[in-house]
């Protein structure tokens, strides 16, 4: 059966001491209150991975995530942070693709896949995000959107490596609004990429990936959201920088 998965993007948020006590507060609470069988992921900054991931280490169900890798391995490339080096702090799970960094810093599907066999070729699990904006969706291209996303940035890889990948659906239009995709829209979109896993890999591999739901996801709307037999659980930003509300997502799963 595929993993059930609630992360947590905490974007470019907290300074260092914040994220520590943030981090120690969801590892205390996931501890003594979450029951179910779901993997909680935290992505702080590149600035915190290794502090936090010392905090996580004695909680079986918490792991780290970076928020973005390189797209090369090493070398002068001023600023960039590579996937072994996040790999090297204790990250498992790195965050690829994500909509800020597609719209604010031009990101497209080529360096995507890049930035995708990279981490694959470190050993990370890859949380590969896609969504349409909301002129996308208003035109009735959503479908078509995500189909090139997934064509373009992870239908080359093999079964092996496809196999290890997360996918988060998170609309544009979504993110940091307010407005969350209803759980038919969800429910919609979670089954086109399955069933476009299914097309291209096979039941088995379709079957078995995780595919998580984010923006403007709550502790109010979450259980309607994750009960869809598509969605996985979430990607959750700005309500995962508050440790109550981000445990009480968690535990709709
Ligand atoms: P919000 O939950 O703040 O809408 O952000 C979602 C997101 O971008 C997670 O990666």
């Not at 590969?128 to 009735?140: M, V």
């Amino acid at each position: 059966m595929r993993k059930k998965i609630v992360a947590g993007n905490w974007k470019m948020n907290t300074d260092y001491p914040q994220g520590l006590w943030l981090a120690s507060e969801v590892v205390n609470m996931v501890n003594d209150e979450v029951l179910s069988n779901v993997t909680v992921i935290l992505a702080p900054p590149f600035s915190h991975l290794y502090g936090v991931g010392q905090l996580i280490k004695e909680s079986p169900k918490v792991h780290l995530a970076a928020q973005n890798c390189g797209s090369e391995k090493s070398g002068a490339f001023t600023g960039e942070v590579s996937a072994s080096m996040v790999k090297s702090v204790g990250a498992e799970y790195v965050i690829i693709g994500h909509s800020e960094r597609r719209h604010i810093y031009g990101e497209n599907n080529a360096m995507v896949e890049r930035k995708i066999k990279l981490s694959l070729e470190t050993g990370l699990y890859p949380i590969f995000c896609c969504g349409e904006t909301l002129n996308e969706r208003n035109s009735g291209k959503h479908f078509q959107v995500i189909n090139s996303q997934l064509e373009e940035a992870l239908f080359e890889l093999t079964e092996n490596e496809i196999s290890r990948v997360v996918i988060a659906y998170e609309p544009v239009w979504a993110i940091g609004t307010g407005v969350n995709a209803t759980s038919h829209q969800a429910q919609e979109i979670h089954h086109f990429i399955r069933n476009s896993i299914k097309e291209k890999y096979g039941e088995s591999i379709s079957d078995s990936t995780s595919i998580l739901y984010g923006g403007s996801c709550n502790s109010k709307n979450a259980k309607e959201l994750f009960c869809n037999p598509d969605v996985d659980g979430g990607l959750i930003g700005g309500a995962s920088l508050k440790s109550r509300e981000f445990v009480d997502i968690i535990k709709m799963i």
